[in-house]
């Protein structure tokens, strides 16, 4: 029963997932090992989607990755399952919210959290590093070394870097302009 | 029920208008929510962006939940919830309904290529800026290395690891840290 796995995944990544954002990532991308729900390249697609329609990121790629596990009963269910710690931990916090705030275990505690969650969204950068501008398959027919990179991508890869450290734009600036190129090189 | 049901509507269009992560609510919140509502005031949104961030979860829904509490208890707490995440539901549904049809055209699989370069870019720069912050302190370092270890294991090895561990592991080091250091 694929539902049942997807809300208990779902409700663990509610409530480990920690620091907005990309947070929930290393979660999805480790659930490519353990289910066939996506595969890691359709999690590449998964967040370019996400980055670019409306909404919070988070919660688009719950709802993309729960449809990609269970239809449109996955997308709703992986939704509501991953907001459900959240709303326990509200509704009991909400009374106690500025001792919460500044109590000093909390902020010790964050002050640990941040370098670890940097490392698993830096392990999943290296990850899609390698999807997108590795080419093994090539190299494998081939054996020769020199075919194992995708040049262009990674001269796509370094040009978007640098106009990203540029100009500061919104990320659907960066993968609209990318979705050009790519259409006009044939990547 | 009117205002359990303005509380739902506010936050779906905040949901709505919202793209990227939770700091690009904050406009929206001070526009919405302080100075055209006065449910809160400017500077108590600054306060619970904060604190959404602390809590787990989606930072966005936090930040919605802890608003829509100030406004109609717990009540208002659900509403809000469920009005900032309908329209990603919905959107996200349709998108990725209608996909796959495209995929296979070749332009569009040229484009996702091209895309798929932009996420990886996307991802690296978050990654830097993240661990900039923490480049001056060698013991944040040291959580850095060991949560990267941790996490990359299963590339190089059959032991799988959840991304709980390090989470948790780092929180209880931080914790532990802290104390002994005596700040």
Redesign the interface.
């Known amino acids: 029963m694929v539902y049942i796995a997807l809300i208990a995944e779902f409700l ?1 990544i ?9 947070a ?4 999805l991308y ?1 659930l490519t ?2 289910y066939d729900w996506f595969t890691r ?1 359709m999690l ?2 998964m ?14 790629m719950a ?2 990755a729960g ?2 596990a269970g239809g ?1 009963a996955g ?2 269910l992986a ?1 509501l399952a ?2 459900a ?3 326990a ?3 009991i ?2 009374k106690i ?1 500025d001792k ?2 500044e109590n ?3 902020k ?22 390698k ?3 590795l080419d093994i398959p090539a190299y494998e027919k081939t054996g020769a070394i020199a075919d194992i990179f995708s040049y262009r ?1 990674i001269a ?2 370094f040009a ?2 640098c106009l ?2 540029k100009y500061k734009l ?3 600036f ?2 609209g ?7 006009i ?3 | 029920m009117r205002e359990l049901f303005e509380v739902y509507s506010v936050f779906f269009r905040i ?9 690009t ?1 904050l406009p929206l919140l001070q526009a919405e929510i302080a100075r055209s509502r006065k449910w809160v005031g400017e500077e108590d949104i600054i ?1 619970y962006y ?13 930040n919605a ?2 608003i829509g ?1 100030r406004r109609r208890a ?1 009540a208002g ?2 509403a809000a ?1 469920l009005g ?2 309908t ?3 919905v ?3 349709i ?3 209608f ?1 796959k049809n495209f995929l296979h055209i070749g ?2 699989a ?18 830097i800026d ?2 900039r ?2 480049l001056s302190d060698y013991r ?2 040291a ?6 270890l ?3 294991l ?2 190089i090895s059959p032991i ?1 690891i ?3 561990v ?10 532990a ?3 002994r250091s005596g700040s």
């Not at chain 1, 010790?108 to 590093?129: D, H």
């Not at chain 2, 040229?110 to 990654?127: D, Y």
């Open positions: 663990k509610g409530l480990f997932s920690v620091g907005g954002g990309l929930t990532l290393p979660f480790r090992d353990r390249e590449v697609d967040i370019a989607i996400s980055e670019s329609t409306p909404g919070p990121i988070g919660i688009n709802t993309y449809h990609s449109v997308g709703v939704t991953i907001i710690p959240s709303v931990i509200a509704l916090i909400t919210l919460f705030r000093r275990y909390v010790r505690a964050f002050y640990g959290i941040r370098p670890a969650v940097t490392a698993l969204i830096a392990t999943v950068a290296i990850g899609i590093m999807i997108t501008m991508q796509l890869f978007v870097s990203m450290r919104h990320p659907v960066y993968i302009g990318a979705a050009a190129a790519g259409a090189l044939g990547l | 949901g709505a208008l919202t793209f990227g992560g939770g700091y609510m306060d904060a604190i959404s961030q602390s809590l787990p979860g989606i930072v966005a829904v936090n939940m802890l509490y717990s707490l659900l919830a900032v995440v329209p990603s539901v959107i996200i549904l998108i990725a309904a996909i332009a569009v040229h484009a996702f290529n091209g895309i798929r370069v932009a996420v990886a870019a996307l991802i690296v720069g978050t990654a993240m661990g912050k923490c944040c370092i959580i850095f290395l060991a949560s990267l941790m996490f990359a299963p590339e799988e959840s991304p709980i390090p989470v948790v592991a780092g929180a209880a080091v931080g914790v840290l802290k104390r």
